[in-house]
């Protein structure tokens, strides 16, 4: 089986024959990122790695979109919307809500914590049970989740 970045690369040739500009150009920036990644590693990347970095694109578009609708610049956010679309499909599904609050349920069972005072244990226990399903969530929802479980 090939690696994420090998398919990646894969696709990249595919999306430059077939002339799919706005894919060519996803591909090549996420290869861009990997490719400094290793170089201030010094390392090739191992899936984990591969993966925070989509991620961080992903997050970065998330954020832009932000800002451009403030802005009134929907072209902006389509254009966004788009390239998410285009990098999502190298990442795994994202956990969803009744996930993340499962996880958020076991971290509270196994730290024994209450209180808003604890969040960041429960945070840090949610985190690692949804990395162990192979779920990635976004942080800001799974902060969320605590605090409507510890009433905050």
């Known amino acids: ?33 990997l490719t400094n990644k290793e170089i201030e590693k010094k390392a090739p990347l191992g899936e984990d790695e591969v993966l925070r970095v989509l991620q961080g694109m992903v997050k970065q578009r998330e954020d832009s979109i932000d800002q451009f609708g403030k802005g009134g610049r929907q072209d902006l956010v389509e254009q966004e919307r788009k390239e998410i679309a285009i990098l999502r499909v190298y990442l795994p599904a994202e956990a969803g809500d009744e996930e993340i609050a499962a996880a958020v349920d076991q971290a509270m069972r196994e730290t024994g914590c209450t209180s808003v005072k604890d969040m ?33």
Do not use: H, I, W, Y
């Open 1 to 33: 089986m090939a690696t994420l970045m090998e398919r990646m690369a894969q696709d990249l040739t595919a999306a430059m024959r077939a002339r799919e500009e706005l894919r060519t150009s996803v591909l090549r920036m996420a290869k861009t990122a």
């Open 120 to 152: 960041g244990k429960v945070m840090k226990g949610a985190q690692a049970a949804l990395k162990a399903m192979g779920k990635p969530a976004d942080g800001k929802r799974v902060s969320e989740a605590v605090r409507r479980k510890l009433g905050a």
